[in-house]
């Protein structure tokens, strides 16, 4: 009797790469103004921001605090550049078809790759032990659970307005405004609408509104307590200004 040898596997079915978004075409030029606060505007087809290279990086690699970067060169967190970046038309359509938080991570991506191009960056992931903010329930009766099958936010100062979003997402944002990694353990799951309003840092004593740490245990029965641990953080291999355009 001869053996049947067996039937060969059907071959493996290859997952589709994801697609390398990148913007069409972005100008660099150091910003030379005279007392200009850095800003940051986002539009449907690209960016303009003016700051130095540091917090290009921070928004890139999705880091909270300066702590969080290691390696940079002293000019890179004082100089000041412009950069305004646009997408072409096909990739504002791509985009626009992905959830809120995938379209943020492609554009991180896209400066991420504008960065390693214009400031020939190049950065590597460690961690650190660094202060962060542990967020605790306090009372999850003041959380209203989401019946909305999409998602979205929206941020002022002073003012966060989420419908459908998870607990991760405000740690994230809440990083963004208490300027420490948030850690989430409230072991809340599923999706949530609020509105949070708060004094920001800064704000005019007359301001009514309470702080972030008030305004988070009053209208939402969360709380941030602060502790340290490990932290992602960004290790800066190599960096040089730009040419002119």
């Known amino acids: 009797m001869h053996s049947q040898a067996p ?10 790469p994801t697609p390398q978004y990148e913007y069409a075409v972005a ?14 505007r986002n539009t449907i087809d690209g960016f303009s921001a ?25 000019w890179a967190g004082s100089e000041a550049f412009a950069i305004e970046a646009k997408m072409d038309g096909d990739t504002v359509a791509a985009l626009a078809k992905l959830q809120p938080q995938e379209q943020w991570q492609q554009r991180q991506k896209m400066l991420q790759a504008l960065l390693a191009d214009r400031f020939a960056l190049k ?9 962060i ?8 009766g003041k959380l209203k659970k989401s019946v909305s099958e999409t998602g979205g936010s929206s941020s002022y100062s002073g003012k966060f307005t989420a419908r459908g979003i998870s607990i991760d997402s405000l740690a994230m944002n809440l990083s963004n405004t208490v300027g420490r990694t948030v850690v989430n353990q ?10 949070l ?3 920001p840092e800064g704000a005019d004593a007359s301001d009514p509104r309470p ?3 008030t305004a988070l245990e009053e209208q939402m029965g969360l709380k941030l307590k602060p502790a340290k641990g490990p932290v992602d953080a960004i290790v800066v291999d190599a960096i040089k200004r730009p040419s002119q355009n």
Do not use: C, N
């Open 7 to 16: 039937a060969a596997a059907p071959p493996t079915a290859q997952a589709a």
């Open 27 to 40: 100008t660099v030029k150091p910003d030379k103004s005279e007392g200009v606060q850095s800003y940051w």
């Open 50 to 74: 003016i700051t130095p290279p540091i917090g290009f990086i921070m928004s890139a690699y999705d880091v909270h605090t300066p702590d969080q970067i290691v390696g940079l060169p002293a």
């Open 123 to 131: 950065v590597h992931r460690t961690t650190k032990e660094l202060p």
């Open 133 to 140: 903010y542990v967020l605790t329930v306090v009372d999850a």
């Open 186 to 195: 409230t072991g809340l799951a599923g999706a949530y609408d609020f509105t």
């Open 197 to 199: 309003e708060w004094a």
């Open 211 to 213: 702080s972030i740490f």
